[in-house]
């Protein structure tokens, strides 16, 4: 059994900048897709990243593109999400998931999942 704990959310003015991480626990998660999935208050879940299991190709949603970055650490077991420049619209539980397999992860289909962080991005 897997599992994934989002920790660095937080209240962050607009402009500013917070790191989240996702630790993975469990079992060895370096052969998996890891990525990052948001939900804003009445809205529906929605794709924010991905990235392979090596590390070496990286899907971002247009929305963040340019100001989110993910990125991972097999050693220790966890992924981050740097996110710049933040916006009020940017605000919602984020979550971490993992697949095995890509396409299934950023369809929102992964495997495993955290229990979400919430960012507050004020204006």
């Known amino acids: 059994q897997g599992q994934l704990v989002e920790s660095g959310g937080g209240l962050v003015q607009a402009g500013g900048s917070l790191r989240l991480s996702c630790a993975a626990s469990?079992?060895?998660?370096?052969?998996?897709?890891m990525g990052w999935f948001r939900q804003a208050t009445g809205k529906e879940r929605e794709f924010v990243a991905a990235?392979?299991?090596?590390?070496?190709?990286?899907n971002v949603a247009d929305s963040v593109k340019g100001r989110f970055t993910i990125s991972r650490d097999n050693a220790k077991n966890t992924w981050y999400l740097q996110m710049n420049s933040l916006k009020p619209e940017d605000t919602a539980v984020y979550y971490c998931?993992?697949?095995?397999?890509?396409?299934?992860?950023?369809?929102?289909?992964?495997?495993?999942w955290g229990q979400g962080t919430q960012v507050t991005v004020h204006s």
């Open positions: 998931s993992a697949d095995i397999d890509l396409g299934s992860l950023i369809s929102g289909r992964g495997s495993y």
């Open positions: 469990g079992r060895t998660f370096s052969s998996y897709a």
């Open positions: 990235i392979t299991w090596a590390g070496y190709n990286t």
